[in-house]
């Protein structure tokens, strides 16, 4: 009995901490920007129920992984630049 309610009691502080996501279109550019460089790697919303994770640079992706830069609504630009995603590269990316 211990142990449910343990994991009752987990998810509903994970379901508490989703629902607390940061947003972008919340923070003006700079501030998103700013965010990213002070962290190195988040998970940020970019409005409604959409949400990725954005990184500094390189060394907050996998070994096989390469960055794309992402641009995401913020409060005060539709498309700021602010920072990059990770993303696996296809091999049509080694063969053009």
Same mark, same amino acid.
């Given at each position: 009995?211990?142990?449910?309610?343990? $994991?009752? $009691?987990?998810?509903?502080?994970?379901?508490?901490?989703?629902?607390?996501?940061?947003?972008?279109?919340?923070?003006?550019?700079?501030? $998103?920007?700013?965010?990213?460089? $002070? =962290?190195?790697a988040a998970?940020?919303?970019?409005?409604?129920?959409?949400?990725?994770?954005?990184? =500094?640079?390189?060394?907050?992706c996998e070994p096989t992984?390469?960055?794309?830069?992402?641009?995401?609504?913020?409060?005060?630009?539709?498309?700021?630049?602010?920072?990059?995603?990770?993303?696996?590269?296809?091999?049509?990316?080694?063969?053009?």
């Open positions: 009995m211990f142990r449910f309610a343990t $994991a009752i $009691a987990l998810s509903l502080v994970a379901t508490a901490a989703s629902a607390q996501r940061l947003s972008t279109t919340t923070m003006t550019c700079g501030q $998103a920007r700013d965010f990213i460089a $002070a =962290r190195g998970v940020l919303g970019t409005g409604g129920y959409t949400y990725d994770r954005f990184v =500094r640079d390189r060394s907050f992984e390469v960055t794309q830069q992402a641009f995401v609504p913020t409060r005060d630009t539709p498309a700021c630049p602010i920072g990059y995603r990770c993303i696996e590269p296809s091999l049509d990316d080694w063969f053009d």
